[in-house]
């Protein structure tokens, strides 16, 4: 981290907490057999660390050790559920083929549903409301019988906003659609139990919940029918081929584990002083607020700061603070998030994603509000 700049970017990603370091420090160069190595104790050694990170995070989610299939992060989960599911389909006859999406979704499920759609699927992205929630009544309307797949997100990536999951699995249900949900924002964040809240399948990131880049999972039922997307090998049921990142995934599983534990307290401190900096903002004027105030993540703010130019916002703001516009993944082009709202791209372009975290204290949050309010008044001035 420079020094003195103060980061904010939680959504981005998270620092590795000590704990998860710690924990994953033999499982580099001491215990570093290969875990499909059955013929020797140091192999089942390392089997055994991935069963136990495997239950650990089973557990934690209230499904069994086999839906934990682990995979490189989010954006692969993403891949897997979705193209696995439309592979399935066509390798097995099925005649379904509308895929459907809010246009909120982040990059790693509409790029995968894009290239979908170039091979002969359809696809209907659907409009959010203007706070970025699911309109349930258009939800309704554009699924069918010809529906395999919908994919919502559970916390949006940058305007924090929770989407009504069980309500939308009802709908998917009654049609027998199979309903995917991002939740790299969510799990670690918010209470989430795909089982009960009727997920079928659920993508999971480590570096979002203070664990290690490079390792996530897709949580799926063993009773559904995915093609893997990488042959190779038949690691994780064979639905993900190569060897698996010990290091990593007893790292997440640790990771998986704190943030369980910490949920709760870190929501709330975290929310309120999420809500003091918007009090701040609020006292800088002509600043209006992106997506539903609730339900939000309790860390989560995204801003539109009227009157001033987005390129020259962020140009001062980087000095001293460490924001973003929009995902990190979407790098440069104003939020698509954000225009799905009815933003226009300079407006989108003047907006800052605060995602507070861990280590965010109040002096942070305080600090930050001087920098934005010294910022804004000094563009607005020019
Ligand atoms: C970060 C993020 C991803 C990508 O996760 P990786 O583990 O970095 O691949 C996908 N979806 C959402 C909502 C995210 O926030």
Same mark, same amino acid.
């Given at each position: 981290?420079?020094?003195?700049?103060?980061?904010?970017?939680?959504?981005?990603?998270?620092?590795?907490?000590?704990?998860?370091?710690?924990?994953?420090?033999?499982?580099?160069?001491?215990?570093? !057999?290969?875990?499909?190595?059955?013929?020797?104790?140091?192999?089942?050694?390392?089997?055994? !660390?991935?069963?136990? #990170?495997? /239950?650990?995070?089973?557990?934690?989610?209230?499904?069994?050790?086999?839906?934990?299939v682990f995979t490189s992060g989010a954006t692969e989960a993403n891949n897997l559920a979705i193209k696995g599911i439309a592979e399935a389909e066509l390798r097995s006859g099925g005649?379904?083929?509308?895929?459907?999406?809010?246009?909120?979704?982040?990059?790693?499920?509409?790029?995968? $549903?894009?290239?979908?759609?170039?091979?002969?699927?359809?696809?209907?992205?659907?409009?959010?409301?203007?706070?970025?929630?699911?309109?349930?009544?258009?939800?309704?309307?554009?699924?069918?019988?010809?529906?395999?797949?919908?994919?919502?997100?559970? !916390?949006? /990536?940058?305007?924090?906003?929770?989407?009504?999951?069980?309500?939308?699995?009802?709908?998917?249900?009654?049609?027998?659609?199979?309903?995917?949900?991002?939740?790299?924002?969510?799990?670690?964040?918010?209470?989430?139990?795909? #089982?009960?809240?009727?997920?079928?399948?659920?993508?999971?990131?480590?570096?979002?919940?203070?664990?290690?880049?490079?390792?996530?999972?897709?949580?799926?039922?063993?009773?559904?029918?995915?093609?893997?997307?990488?042959?190779?090998?038949?690691? *994780?049921?064979?639905?993900?081929?190569?060897?698996?990142?010990?290091?990593?995934?007893?790292?997440? #599983?640790?990771?998986?584990?704190?943030?369980m534990a910490d949920q709760m307290e870190r929501a709330e401190r975290l929310g309120a002083l999420r809500d003091a900096l918007w009090g701040q903002c609020e006292q800088i004027g002509?600043?209006?607020?992106?997506?539903?105030?609730?339900?939000?993540?309790?860390?989560?703010? /995204?801003?539109?700061?009227?009157?001033? *130019?987005?390129?020259?916002?962020?140009?001062?703001?980087?000095?001293?603070?460490?924001?973003?516009?929009?995902? !990190?993944?979407?790098?440069?082009?104003?939020?698509?998030?954000?225009?799905? $709202?009815?933003?226009?791209?300079?407006?989108?372009?003047?907006?800052?994603?605060?995602?507070?975290?861990?280590?965010?204290?109040?002096?942070?949050?305080?600090?930050?509000? *001087?920098?934005?309010?010294?910022?804004?008044?000094?563009?607005? #001035?020019?």
């Amino acid at each position: 981290m420079a020094p003195g700049v103060i980061y904010l970017d939680h959504h981005a990603t998270t620092p590795c907490d000590g704990a998860v370091v710690e924990a994953m420090a033999p499982w580099w160069s001491e215990q570093f !057999a290969n875990p499909a190595s059955r013929s020797h104790r140091p192999g089942l050694l390392a089997a055994a !660390a991935v069963e136990q #990170a495997r /239950n650990q995070i089973a557990a934690a989610l209230g499904v069994q050790a086999e839906a934990v299939v682990f995979t490189s992060g989010a954006t692969e989960a993403n891949n897997l559920a979705i193209k696995g599911i439309a592979e399935a389909e066509l390798r097995s006859g099925g005649q379904r083929r509308r895929l459907v999406c809010l246009a909120t979704e982040h990059r790693a499920v509409l790029d995968p $549903l894009r290239y979908l759609g170039g091979l002969g699927f359809e696809l209907v992205t659907l409009q959010p409301q203007a706070d970025g929630l699911v309109d349930l009544e258009r939800l309704d309307a554009v699924l069918d019988e010809g529906t395999l797949l919908l994919s919502v997100m559970a !916390a949006n /990536n940058e305007i924090g906003v929770l989407q009504p999951l069980a309500a939308i699995a009802q709908l998917c249900r009654q049609r027998g659609i199979r309903f995917h949900c991002d939740g790299a924002q969510a799990v670690g964040h918010i209470p989430l139990q795909p #089982a009960s809240q009727g997920l079928d399948l659920l993508s999971i990131s480590g570096h979002k919940l203070y664990g290690p880049k490079g390792i996530g999972a897709l949580v799926v039922d063993p009773a559904i029918t995915l093609l893997p997307q990488l042959h190779g090998g038949s690691q *994780e049921r064979g639905l993900r081929a190569g060897t698996l990142p010990v290091p990593l995934i007893v790292g997440f #599983a640790k990771a998986v584990e704190l943030a369980m534990a910490d949920q709760m307290e870190r929501a709330e401190r975290l929310g309120a002083l999420r809500d003091a900096l918007w009090g701040q903002c609020e006292q800088i004027g002509a600043v209006e607020r992106n997506g539903a105030a609730s339900p939000r993540l309790p860390h989560n703010l /995204n801003i539109t700061v009227k009157g001033v *130019e987005g390129t020259a916002l962020h140009r001062e703001l980087r000095r001293h603070l460490a924001v973003s516009s929009g995902s !990190a993944c979407s790098s440069g082009e104003p939020s698509h998030v954000l225009q799905a $709202l009815g933003r226009s791209r300079q407006e989108a372009a003047a907006s800052i994603r605060f995602g507070l975290g861990r280590g965010t204290s109040a002096a942070d949050i305080h600090r930050a509000s *001087e920098i934005l309010s010294r910022c804004v008044a000094e563009l607005r #001035a020019a």
